[in-house]
């Protein structure tokens, strides 16, 4: 899959959908050639005209006055060097130098990917699927190199990019900026899409023209956040769902990021993606590497179900490692908007007892459950059951709910620490903050210090005791507020390198405790999606998508998250009306068909649902389960977008042989005399003939696909919804 053309000096990284092209010029600069569909030859040289522009700089030497490194679509961008775009790196060095110059050394193609030590990564199963290229860059006067890591998989429109920075020099070098990844276009006929939103209005897909300048998005959080996914992709204009070009960038990665898009002068584009440089500053003493978080490059000619679709199927296949990747996730009920701190057993016996006959399958126990927690002004830190709470303890509850027939889950927060708790009162010096400053306090909680190993062993060990003496199934992981005064009272710690050691040291917990407890579904979450990133997905195969459970937010919500994440991923309950977050007030069948689309599950109080309703709970729950597999783990495609503010939504989803499909329509809002909707379903096989359940009518897939179905004509009334099952028949 990828070749070195030696007489071009060109590379070719080549599967049967991309290919992507890297040459040598002037013997020493990285250029970037190509990155789209599968080009057939390797040969290509780039023919990108190199001629004299106004107040360039020459680095060759003075006779060639063409050719310039700010005229040049390069690889990977450098520093102070005579390009004069965002670079991809900053290192200061031991003489208080900061201008290098990093020139091709060599390379080396091996098979199979290799490991990134401390990271969440994609991954092969065996070294047949996948080639890796690593370039060498070397700067020769202040004795540094830097590794441009490039993977290719064989069935995958994808290329994974990191970079590791190697010290050689006696002394430490430091870095400012060290970027996973850059790549420039020839050109700025682009749209941008971004995932952006707040706390319950998580990844609004937002799409504008790319314009001049610098478009950079970023978190400065402390984790990925509500407010931006590591996430960009450049569009061409007339790109919709189903058709035109499309190409993904995505950080694997928990912390601070950072995404530049830059149009030049010229009108170059130049992608940047990796960790944000804002907060960061890494000693990388003599001999030792840097690796810096690794990125998943996405093209699609097929439009941005297209993308999608790679994107789902590469993480659910190559990043996604828990043993439930492929296992259909149970419904769950969670007590939370049932009974939030208010409860005790004989309130949770009742809930178990209502979910059993309904047929929910996993029961969890959310926030409250520990120290002397009623409310979320205490306890964090302290992961020890409330006996006045639960006096037969979590090993009592566990047991019943057991008994009953389902799983038990249990909810914790084991990043936080109260100021009233036992463990700020022997250990206050463990909340992460600045030297010599007073932390602030949100959520009445502050951040425990995970970079530092005693803080982690700490809550290793608190969670070791739980989990040993309480049967658990399910664990949800929460993360309820964003970081501030950055820094650590260990003096022994710079602050610049306080947030990636951070991270580092999370992925070092989540890693033990997914690697003891195989069998335990772990589900992350951060006041709902605001760690909802590929970093935590390689640990966790599910996420909570956003604690607003309101059906019409949800399908904002859901449809922008199905950018990127798998529906296997994603977690979708039906919750009380009003909703609890904006005071609508939506039916039953509605808020079953927005949660359906996900990983099914219920938040509310099944007891006090009239008998009626809890018939029709039990009913989505029976058709959930005939059909999760294919709502899972089908091939996931949206139709009609929310965010075209037309007041509809659609999306279906269809099994691999295409004999079984599932087509969701929703209508937010009722129109007076109102056109009719023709929906085009995808992904069928033309000469199969397929029934529809709304009608019992029959039809060949190529009607269904080409000419449309008219589903939502007999819909009135605001927060409407219809679902048509599509089955093949001879």
């Not at 900061?98 to 990917?113: C, M």
């Not at 990021?257 to 940047?272: A, C, G, P």
């Not at 079984?660 to 009722?670: E, G, I, K, R, S």
């Not at 029959?698 to 927060?719: A, F, K, P, S, V």
Request: with cysteine.
């Amino acid at each position: 899959m990828i070749h070195f053309n030696e007489k071009n000096r060109v590379f070719n990284l080549s599967n049967a959908d991309i290919s992507y092209q890297i040459s040598i010029e002037e013997q020493r600069f990285l250029a970037h050639r190509y990155f789209g569909k599968k080009l057939r030859g390797d040969t290509f040289r780039g023919d990108y005209p190199i001629i004299g522009r106004a107040f360039g700089t020459n680095p060759i030497d003075a006779e060639q006055r063409a050719f310039s490194l700010n005229h040049q679509l390069l690889e990977y961008s450098g520093n102070d060097n005579g390009d004069f775009r965002e670079s991809s790196y900053q290192i200061n060095f031991s003489d208080g130098s900061y201008v290098s110059q990093f020139n091709y050394k060599g390379h080396e193609i091996i098979d199979g990917k290799p490991d990134l030590d401390g990271l969440p990564q994609s991954f092969t199963e065996t070294d047949e699927q996948a080639q890796t290229l690593k370039i060498t860059l070397e700067d020769a006067a202040n004795k540094v190199q830097i590794i441009l890591n490039y993977t290719i998989f064989s069935d995958y429109g994808v290329i994974v990019r990191s970079t590791e920075f190697v010290n050689l020099n006696s002394e430490s070098i430091f870095l400012d900026k060290a970027l996973s990844m850059s790549m420039d276009f020839s050109h700025s006929k682009f749209d941008l899409i971004q995932l952006s939103g707040s706390w319950a209005r998580e990844r609004e897909l937002i799409r504008h023209k790319l314009n001049r300048g610098v478009t950079k998005a970023d978190s400065k959080r402390g984790t990925t956040s509500h407010n931006y996914q590591p996430f960009v992709a450049l569009v061409d204009p007339d790109t919709t769902e189903h058709t035109g070009e499309v190409f993904g960038v995505h950080l694997v990665y928990t912390g601070e990021f950072v995404s530049n898009i830059e149009v030049d002068e010229y009108n170059q584009t130049r992608v940047q993606m990796g960790i944000n440089p804002e907060h960061f500053n890494w000693e990388v003493k003599s001999g030792e590497v840097f690796q810096t978080p690794e990125t998943v490059m996405v093209y699609s000619a097929d439009g941005l179900n297209g993308m999608s679709q790679e994107y789902h199927r590469f993480y659910q296949n190559q990043l996604i490692r828990s043993k439930y990747k492929k296992e259909e996730r149970p419904v769950l009920i969670n007590n939370w908007e049932a009974t939030y701190f208010d409860f005790n057993e004989e309130k949770l016996h009742a809930l178990i007892d209502e979910a059993a006959l309904s047929g929910v399958e996993l029961f969890v126990l959310d926030d409250g459950w520990f120290g002397k927690r009623d409310d979320d002004t205490t306890s964090l830190g302290d992961w020890k059951e409330y006996k006045e709470k639960l006096p037969n303890g979590l090993k009592g509850l566990s047991d019943y709910t057991h008994n009953k027939g389902l799983k038990f889950g249990l909810w914790f927060e084991p990043e936080m620490i109260s100021e009233d708790s036992d463990l700020y009162r022997e250990h206050p010096d463990w909340i992460l903050g600045a030297k010599n400053r007073q932390s602030s306090v949100s959520r009445n909680q502050y951040v425990l210090d995970f970079s530092r190993s005693e803080v982690r062993e700490n809550v290793l060990n608190q969670m070791r005791t739980v989990l040993s003496d309480v049967p658990i199934d399910y664990i949800k992981w929460d993360f309820n507020r964003n970081m501030s005064e950055i820094g650590s009272r260990n003096a022994s710690v710079r602050d610049g390198e306080i947030l990636h050691r951070y991270i580092l040291g999370l992925y070092e917990v989540l890693e033990t405790l997914t690697t003891e407890h195989p069998d335990i579904l772990w589900e992350s979450c951060s006041g709902g999606g605001g760690r909802y990133d590929p970093g935590m997905l390689y640990y966790m195969p599910q996420t909570w998508t956003s604690d607003n459970t309101d059906a019409a937010s949800r399908l904002d919500i859901q449809y922008g998250t199905s950018l990127v994440m798998p529906i296997s991923s994603m977690g979708a309950h039906v919750s009380a009306t009003p909703n609890h977050q904006v005071g609508r007030s939506i039916s039953m069948e509605m808020r079953g068909h927005a949660a359906m689309a996900g990983n099914l599950g219920y938040e509310l109080d099944l007891t006090e649902l009239s008998s009626d309703e809890k018939f029709e709970v039990k009913d989505q729950i029976e058709w959930y389960k005939k059909h999760r597999k294919l709502i899972q783990y089908g091939r996931f495609s949206r139709l009609i977008s929310p965010f075209d503010k037309n007041h509809k939504a659609a999306w279906m989803f269809t099994n691999e042989e295409q004999t079984q499909a599932v087509l969701f329509f929703y209508q937010t809002m009722a129109r007076a005399n109102d056109s009719f909707d023709q929906i085009r379903v995808v992904g069928l096989k033309p000469d199969q003939k397929y029934l529809l359940s709304h009608n019992g009518e029959t039809y060949y897939g190529d009607e269904l696909m080409y000419r449309g179905i008219y589903i939502n004509h007999d819909l009135h009334g605001d927060y409407q919804s219809k679902m048509v099952e599509i089955t093949a028949v001879d």
